[in-house]
């Protein structure tokens, strides 16, 4: 079986496929390996970490995915990319397969079988492939470090003889994976740190993490949890409430940083225009939902806004690419985990009844074949 994985091609993106040590693992399963060059510099590897775990290092991209089985990716395949792919050829990758039409269009075409990492199940046993989970994890983190960077004092209080620095106030809006990560982060720098989420499951979360949870805790709140585990949307009426308490909340913080998403919707609005300016100068708010539409009122996707009161509005996408050799060294592990799914000493076997890979498959046999994107 031959395992393909090319360089990355979407601008920004300084994260990849495979590692050294996924190498090693794809071929203890039987595989064949062809990287092609420059695949892993992002992430800070080399061409010859690859050839050296095992991996055959090509300069072209058609000659790595020419009679290529299985390619792996971080994101979708170019045009040309899924133009060298053989009929029947397996490419698994964070497809984003709501958003982008084109590819899956031409993933179709190619009589390619398409699994979207994104959609993996978060049942039990898919845990070790859940992308969502590894990649959060990394941009809640990533989160406060960039806050921290772009805000002029310091998080930690520090007594000094010059006397005493203050400790930031975070406050975090939206506890899922990242904002787990970015409280236990902001705790470790320091920082005065509160959060809230509409599920009430997560109020123990965070003050098990040694935060202060903050929310109208209503007879709405309680039932704001899906049975699968994710936000509903809120009622307009509760999203005022909420809004008046938090408002009142914002203006006394040095950090917002905010990760609120409601599955297949755009991304609520929790902090607005008006709340922003009544901030004081200095402040920062990071905005991992931009994406989605944000969270935060003047974001602006890739870039960070200065507003005229003096606030920072950070939009970066991608932040797991901006902590790419751990981004990548995780999602190698959940793609590896995915791939032993289908191959089973050196022999691919898709069994496409599996509640995992059922949940996956976007296109297949020459056909969509997902539900939803479909729809
Ligand atoms: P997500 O990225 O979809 O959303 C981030 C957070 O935003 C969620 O906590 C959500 O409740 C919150 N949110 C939505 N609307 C909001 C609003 N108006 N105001 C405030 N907050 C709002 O979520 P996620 O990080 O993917 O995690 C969702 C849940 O799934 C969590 O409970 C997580 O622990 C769970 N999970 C389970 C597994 C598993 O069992 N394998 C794996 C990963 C995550």
């Known amino acids: 079986v031959a395992i393909a994985v090319t360089r990355e091609r979407r601008e920004g993106e300084t994260r990849c496929a495979v590692t050294p040590e996924t190498v090693k693992k794809l071929i203890a399963l039987g595989a064949t390996v062809s990287v092609e060059a420059g695949t892993g510099i992002g992430s800070s590897i080399l061409d010859a970490d690859y050839a050296e775990a095992g991996a055959t290092v090509k300069p072209d991209t058609r000659a790595v995915l020419e009679g290529a089985d299985i390619v792996l990716k971080v994101r979708g395949p170019t045009a040309q990319e899924t133009s060298a792919l053989k009929p029947g050829a397996i490419v698994i990758a964070m497809l984003d397969a709501y958003r982008e039409k084109d590819t899956v269009e031409a993933l179709k075409g190619a009589g390619v079988t398409a699994f979207a990492m994104e959609f993996v199940p978060r049942i039990t046993r ?29 998080f930690p209080m520090m007594m000094t003889a010059a006397g005493t620095v203050a400790p930031a106030k975070v406050f975090v809006m939206g506890v899922g994976v990242a904002g787990l990560q970015a409280i236990a982060t902001a705790r470790r720098l320091g920082a005065v740190v509160t959060a809230t989420d509409v599920r009430p499951a997560t109020k123990e979360q965070v003050e098990s993490l040694g935060a202060k949870f903050l929310a109208v805790e209503d007879e709405e709140f309680k039932n704001a949890q899906t049975a699968g585990g994710y936000a509903k949307p809120m009622s307009p009426e509760y999203q005022a409430k ?134």
């Open 126 to 154: 898919a845990q070790v492939m859940d992308v969502l989970s590894s990649q959060a994890n990394l941009a809640g983190y990533r989160a406060v470090i960039e806050a921290a960077y772009a805000f002029g004092k310091g």
């Open 242 to 375: 909420q809004a008046a308490l938090t408002g009142e909340h914002i203006k006394k913080q040095d950090i917002v940083i905010t990760t609120a998403l409601i599955p297949g919707r755009a991304a609520p609005v929790l902090v607005s225009a008006e709340q922003v300016a009544s901030m004081k100068p200095g402040s920062v708010l990071i905005d991992l939902a931009v994406e989605a539409g944000g969270n935060v009122a003047g974001a602006k996707a890739g870039e960070v806004v200065t507003t005229a009161n003096g606030v920072s509005i950070v939009g970066y996408t991608n932040l797991p690419g901006r902590i790419a050799a751990d981004a990548s060294a995780l999602y190698a592990r959940n793609l590896t985990a995915f791939v032993g799914l289908m191959l089973k000493e050196g022999v691919v076997t898709l069994d496409l009844d599996d509640e995992i890979l059922k949940a996956a498959v976007v296109t297949h046999g020459g056909a969509v074949v997902h539900e939803g994107v479909k729809g």
